[in-house]
């Protein structure tokens, strides 16, 4: 089992920057992927980026393609989201998930373990 847990989310006005943090712990496999999605009111759970165990290869949705910066820390089993440029149809609740293997993956179905999710909130 994998327990990942998100913090960082918060309340920031429109243009601000946010940094998410995702500290996994429990049984980590040398190769997996980790991805970050969102999920706002009334809307079903989206893609936002991913990243692969050596962090060489990333992949964006387009809707944060540029603003948004996928990264990890291995020593602290850690993925980073570094959001700038925000705006109100960013806020969400932002969850983190990963799976094993190497080969990148946006499908929510795609991945095995989940995170709570962290709130994250752009006023205009």
């Known amino acids: 089992q994998v327990q990942l847990v998100e913090s960082g989310g918060g309340l920031v006005q429109a243009g601000g920057s946010l940094r998410l943090s995702c500290t996994a712990s429990?049984?980590?496999?040398?190769?997996?992927?980790t991805g970050w999605f969102r999920q706002a009111p009334g809307k079903e759970r989206e893609f936002v980026a991913t990243?692969?165990?050596?962090?060489?290869?990333?992949y964006y949705a387009d809707s944060v393609k540029g603003r948004f910066t996928i990264s990890r820390d291995n020593a602290k089993n850690t993925v980073y989201l570094q959001m700038n440029s925000l705006n109100p149809e960013d806020t969400a609740v932002y969850f983190c998930a990963t799976r094993t293997g190497d080969r990148v993956s946006s499908s929510v179905g795609g991945y095995d373990y989940w995170g709570q999710g962290t709130q994250v909130t752009v006023s205009s």
């Open positions: 990243i692969n165990f050596t962090g060489g290869r990333t």
């Open positions: 429990g049984r980590i496999f040398s190769r997996h992927l």
